[in-house]
T-cell receptor
Framework: NAGVTQTPKFQVLKTGQSMTLQCAQD?????MSWYRQDPGMGLRLIHY???????DQGEVPNGYNVSRSTTEDFPLRLLSAAPSQTSVYFC????????????FGQGTRLTVV | QQQVKQSPQSLIVQKGGISIINCAYE??????FPWYQQFPGKGPALLIA?????SEKKEGRFTISFNKSAKQFSLHIMDSQPGDSATYFC???????????FGTGTRLTVIP
């Protein structure tokens, strides 16, 4: 089983560029989410989805867009990259919300210069 | 505002020793407290979790102690091994909620 797959693993962007971080899971999980991990701040929720066609904002949504057209895929879009978005991004999926185990991808390390 | 406070930031323990990481929270609505383990270059993975109807949960060398009145919980790693060297995150959530609130992480190094 692949679990949660994120691409790319590394990316360097120039300020103002746009890009999409890809996330796919093969566990038929309804709940998917995006986190960013910054030194000294733990992981913070950017956006989440409770099923295909349904998305909502987390703690730090500004500068990011998401969509969920299928159960398997949950891409994260940076519309106009800023240096403050330099971070490690993790996609996660789980069977449900709250009490269930979250399965994380291996992360995308993004640098905005 | 950090919903879950974690300490220490880093921890160095001799092989065979006990590693202890502490977390505290304010929101009394939280009712699920997992610990995640993260190795370099990998995503976090669930290590162990507890709900507040019990004060302790043990899985092998890993134990969560939970103090509901103090709103604190801790991870104890007994007989720490070099393979336990990783970053550990505590987290909190509640049933039906959309967010896991993570602590800031503890980098554990176990010296052979």
């Amino acid at each position: 089983n692949a679990g949660v797959t994120q691409t790319p693993k590394f990316q360097v962007l120039k300020t103002g560029q746009s890009m999409t971080l890809q996330c796919a899971q093969d566990m038929n999980h309804e709940y998917m989410s995006w986190y960013r991990q910054d030194p000294g701040m733990g992981l913070r929720l950017i956006h989440y989805s409770v099923g295909a066609g349904i998305t909502d904002q987390g703690e730090v949504p500004n500068g990011y867009n998401v969509s969920r057209s299928t159960t398997e895929d949950f891409p994260l879009r940076l519309l106009s990259a800023a240096p403050s978005q330099t971070s490690v991004y993790f996609c996660a999926s789980s069977y449900g919300q709250g009490w269930t185990e979250a399965f994380f991808g291996q992360g995308t390390r993004l640098t905005v210069v | 505002q950090q919903q879950v406070k974690q300490s220490p930031q880093s921890l160095i323990v001799q092989k065979g020793g006990i590693s202890i990481i502490n977390c505290a929270y304010e929101n009394t609505a939280f009712d699920y407290f997992p610990w995640y383990q993260q190795f370099p270059g990998k995503g976090p993975a669930l290590l162990i979790a507890i709900r507040p109807d019990v004060s302790e949960k043990k899985e092998g060398r890993f134990t969560i102690s939970f103090n509901k009145s103090a709103k604190q919980f801790s991870l104890h790693i007994m007989d720490s091994q070099p393979g336990d060297s990783a970053t550990y995150f505590c987290a909190a959530s509640r049933r039906g909620a959309n967010n896991l609130f993570f602590g800031t992480g503890t980098r554990l190094t176990v010296i052979p």
